[in-house]
């Protein structure tokens, strides 16, 4: 079945920068771009940019212009998110999601918990 | 950016219910709304897409309407594993946003 998986939880320093990581599998991987949303507790989902896994093009939010850079590695059907310069308000749960043939988020990996501390 | 805002934030309902959820647009946006539910500690699972077509596997209890700005979320009638958030989400413009949630919880 289509399914995204997640590395697992990351608590780094402020400052510091974090990568995580997204595979697919149960589909062809360059056939769809993967999206990149968090979600703060208790806060709405926020949608922070996207890469065409065939192209390699990217969009990302403005909110995260200059911080944030997503890459996919084809032959592994694997879409990464990397958030730089980072601050206690990025501890959140990261989601990766397939823009899938309905031209909608399905399905959505596990997420995965960024926890920034010193 | 474009802003949804859903009502309620929170609801109380019980089983056999009929429940409605509402989102609006700051701005028009066709139908280019989405429906997810999410349940704690799960990522959100797609219900309504194109504002009113069901995605496959979703029970049909489960309905969307609407156009331009103002859009519904309907479940014709509660289930136990009903019970989670609510977010509706446009994709007409970027940044794609979503809703604040709607917490459906047991009365």
């Known amino acids: 079945q289509v399914q995204l998986v997640q590395s697992g939880a990351e608590v780094k320093k402020p400052g510091a920068s974090v990568k995580v990581s997204c595979k697919a599998s149960?589909?062809?991987?360059?056939?769809?771009?993967i999206h990149w949303v968090r979600q703060a507790p208790g806060q709405r989902l926020e949608w922070m940019g996207f890469?065409?896994?065939?192209?390699?093009?990217?969009k990302y939010s403005q909110r995260f212009q200059g911080r944030v850079t997503i890459t996919r590695d084809t032959s592994a059907s694997t879409a990464y998110m990397e958030l730089t310069s980072l601050r206690s308000d990025d501890t959140t749960v990261y989601y990766c999601?397939?823009?899938?043939?309905?031209?909608?988020?399905?399905?959505w990996g596990q997420g995965t918990l960024v926890t920034v501390s010193s | 950016a474009i802003q949804l805002t859903q009502s309620p934030s929170s609801l109380s309902a019980s089983v056999g219910d009929r429940v409605t959820i509402t989102c609006r647009a700051s701005?028009?946006?066709?139908?280019?709304l989405a429906w997810y539910q999410q349940k704690p500690g799960k990522a959100p699972k797609l219900l309504i897409y194109?504002?009113?077509s069901l995605e496959s596997g979703v029970p049909s209890r489960f309905s969307g309407s609407g156009s331009g700005t103002d859009f519904t979320l309907t479940i014709s009638s509660l289930q136990p594993e009903d019970f989670a958030t609510y977010y509706c989400?446009?994709?007409?413009?970027?940044?794609?946003?979503f809703g604040q949630g709607t917490r459906l919880e047991i009365k």
């Open positions: 149960g589909y062809t991987f360059t056939n769809y771009p």
């Open positions: 999601a397939r823009l899938g043939p309905t031209g909608w988020f399905d399905p």
């Open positions: 701005q028009g946006i066709s139908s280019a």
């Open positions: 989400q446009q994709f007409s413009t970027y940044p794609i946003t």
């Open positions: 194109d504002a009113s």
């Open positions: 890469i065409s896994a065939g192209r390699g093009d990217t």
